[in-house]
């Protein structure tokens, strides 16, 4: 039998709570090697850019932490 696994992911936050947004891609993919999680940052080592949140936002790319590669 085999599975399908599914992947964790996290929506970088500051440390004021407030979601962070880049205003391009590029902003996005600049941080992401840099920005850590305060919280269980060795299990969610994988980042990604992804335009919009989980809310319908449409015009800003996130940054999300995964615990498997994108």
Do not use: K
Request: glycine share 8%; proline share 4%.
């Amino acid at each position: 039998m085999t599975g399908v696994a599914h992947a964790d992911d996290i929506l970088v936050v500051g440390f004021d709570g407030v979601e962070e947004y880049y205003n391009t891609e590029a902003e996005c993919r600049e941080d992401g090697p840099n920005v850590h999680l305060q919280i269980n940052d060795t299990t969610y080592p994988y980042w990604y850019c992804r335009i919009g949140d989980d809310r319908g936002d449409t015009v800003h790319w996130y940054l999300w932490n995964s615990d498997v590669p994108n």
